[in-house]
């Protein structure tokens, strides 16, 4: 059954505004649904019998956009909470598709102590409906790999966010495995993403589980806040456009699973907030490694990786160069991302992932037994934190390091990475798959040479060797008036949904050091 497809005009909005719907069916009329999803997915509104015409889709909708008329507008109640709401348009036939806003707290509402900023940057490079997103042309692929580097050299540098999202991405089917190997592999064992017979009845494209909010990081870690009666506002990236610092009135800002995508001003609004007292929170991990801009009004994401040094038309102009993207820790840039984040994915990398570590832990092993977050845990030194759930696993951040006269590990230079980084906890990552691994790679290694000029300020077989051997990195550090504190994994939300009491007591104490108390 063929679905109705659609967009909105806005993706962050507030009470009072109104939204469009931009829509496209082959069966007319359809119904909107409208639900708040936290801790359970409530209903707050129906919209029946709306007219939507079926449209034409430009061959270059993934860049410009798909430029569909409007087919229904609806305004935010002021009786809806700050949060990730669902729109769902169904179809005469039944068939459906699922777009997305978040509704923000109002300039003159009074905040909550904390925000969570949802990664929609990242949603946006990850979306590859038209066949092509920030990775590659994704009409041929097999699991996680390109089929051809022209497959790989197709992606798209311009990003339309006008324009629908596959399924997939943003509304997977239910029980959607985490990218992470459940087991340590067995001798001779090919390295299994979780159980092929979800992948073989739903035939997932590769990109479905690396971004987006349902059933991923930040929908399992508003859930968890709302069971333990913490409240939260909602941002998103996009937020940072708006030309207003949106921070301010929070004590903290929290950052959950895939962040991986950053703007100027939302670096510049995230070291100010810190540097004036702000507590930043990452749960995330590969957290600000790509440095993007938002063109025409913030509806074009311009995202040219690698290839900016190429393509990015602001590259050329050594007076525009600061706004051109490419690797934040690219040193004509000059703002290295573990300058606020405190790591670094060029110094971290895979874990339970492919060969990547295919036989790791899974979970920290403890040094700093002393740190503040493990107050009351009961963790010591040499234990293992959330090897059972994998609490390691897909994509984490880290830094050089070294062992001082204490027995402790300590920060080893790298790209910006503070000297007064304390690090609490440890776990082996790889950035490639070995070259002697018998299996053909899940993760192609991208640029190597690149990246470890970058990490290392120079190209040789030693650099590109080191970046085979990473660590995730659990730390916090002060930085101005504020402090950080890094989780350095994508997964610290799975632990929290596993109901692991370590992780959960760790949290805890990071809520209560960061001035975030239960309502």
Partial sequence: MKAPEFYT?????????SVDIHASSP????TLKISRVGRQSVQVAEHKNIAVALHLTPNDAGSTGCDWPVAHSFEISNSWKSGYYDLELIGPNGASTH????????????????????????????????????YARTTNM????PTTEDDRDAAIGVLSLHRPYPQGLLAPAEGIPRLVNLHNRKPGEPPMPQDMSWFIANTPNPYDYSACYLDKWEHVFAAWCEKNDYEIDYLTDHDFERGEDVLNEYKAVFLVGHSEYWSGHQRDQLDRYVDAGGKLAIFSGNTAYWKVRWENDGSTLICHKWKGEINDPLWANKATRKDATHLWSHPDLERPEAAVTGLSFLYGGYHRLGMCASRGAGGYTIYDDQHWVLDGTDLFYGDVVGSEIPFIGYENDGCPIQFGPDGLPKPNGGVGVPENLAIIALAPTTLFESDRSPFPALIPPENPSVLAEVAYGETNANNTQRLERGHAVMASFQKGAGEVFNA????????????????????????????????
């Fill in 9 to 17: 005009n806005v993706i962050s909005i507030e009470a009072g505004e």
């Fill in 27 to 30: 069966q007319s009329p359809v």
């Fill in 99 to 134: 777009h997305f806003i978040v509704i923000r707290k109002p300039k003159t509402a009074p905040k909550a102590k904390a925000v969570m900023v949802l990664a929609t940057n990242t949603y946006q490079a990850y979306n590859y409906w038209g066949g092509a997103n920030a």
């Fill in 142 to 145: 097999s699991f996680g790999v």
């Fill in 488 to 519: 350095g994994t994508t997964e610290w939300a799975h632990g929290l949904g596993a109901k692991n009491s370590y992780i959960e007591k760790m949290t805890h104490n990071i809520f209560k050091r960061f001035g975030v108390t239960p309502a």
